[in-house]
């Protein structure tokens, strides 16, 4: 006897929460927490910002007053991440870095605010989301990410699987009309000191429905429940869901700079043509409450780009070429290293250099630093940092 639609994605979706609790505590304690690797000298030194020697000189010199780290079985020096943030703290306290490329806001310098507007599905805007964040931490920078998205692509990455704890608060609790619950009390830490997290679930669908019957500005929720954060964070990221909803406008309201990634192929392109206008549309009716409502930056980002792929080289020096300034100089380079610590649900910066194929592994963190330097030279401009771009 056959059943329903409903009872039956039910009870696949009953099968795969039970095989994935089943694997959790298979795979890992009950107390398990998942950790940050070590990093190692030159890369401590890229990330603090001073040359390889200049670092080696100052941990010998400064280690009454710096963490020295910690010496391996080939006596080569490891720093936890809360160590390099602590030699930065320090190097930058006794003049010994350049203010203009701290990563902490500075007097009235405001929260940036970013939302990576997700225009399809498969363009790769959670990838961009949880690499962006963690690369921005890692220099330093205090990072929330929000998580909009009821698949929660970006809320699993950073270790939390909110289907298998069905009472945990997540974003659509602070942003629900009804006895909304504060975004401080919503917010885990990640296995990144930096990086904060707001996560998503199933639920959020239901602010989609609820939005248009509430009485009250709905583009206001998301701008109104983080503004007693804000000063905790440099930087709020934003990812959303491959389509325009109240949840989505409510974002972009609250935010600065807008990220929009995007593949390079003609239907892609069309795609976000049409995404774009009916965007821009949308956006008219929060703008109808805040008519003075602007972005500081908004920028495109090519993704999932493959170098040897002639006619996405063409569909990119296309999209500059109409674009302009707007498309960023970086790409996110579709790379088997980025890939690979995808499919364990890691960021490419949390695998060990030391156990994977090191040329591809370089390339993925290049490619994904260079985009970082993008975002930042961007939140620099917002804090009036122009030469420190």
Known sequence: MSSNGSTQFQAISDRVTRLLTEYKRESSPPDARRTLRKFAMREAADLIRVKQNTFRHYVSSMSDRI?????????RRYFTLEEIHEIQRILFEEGKTDP??????????P????????????SGTSLLSAHAAANLALLGYRVLCCDLDPQATLTNMYGVMSELDPDMPTAYNMIRHVEPVPARDIIQNTLFPNIDLIPASMHLMQ???EAPTQTGAFHARIANALEPVLQDYDVVIF???PQMSFAVMAALFASRGVLIPMNASVLDVRSLAKFLSSAGKLMEVVEAYAPDHKFDFMKHLITRYEVMDRPQVQKASFLRTVLGDSVMAAEFVKHTAI???????WTVFEVDPRETDRKAYDQAIESVRRITAEVEADIFKVWGRTDGA
Request: some cysteine; hydrophobic content about 25%.
């Open 239 to 241: 990812d959303t869901p």
């Open 111 to 122: 929260c940036v605010t970013i939302t990576c507007l997700n225009p399809k599905k498969g």
């Open 67 to 75: 963490p020295t780290g910690e010496l391996d079985k080939s006596n």
């Open 207 to 209: 602010f989609e429905s």
């Open 339 to 345: 890939g690979d610590a995808a499919a364990m649900i």
């Open 100 to 109: 203009k490329t701290y990563p902490k806001r500075q007097g009235d310098e």
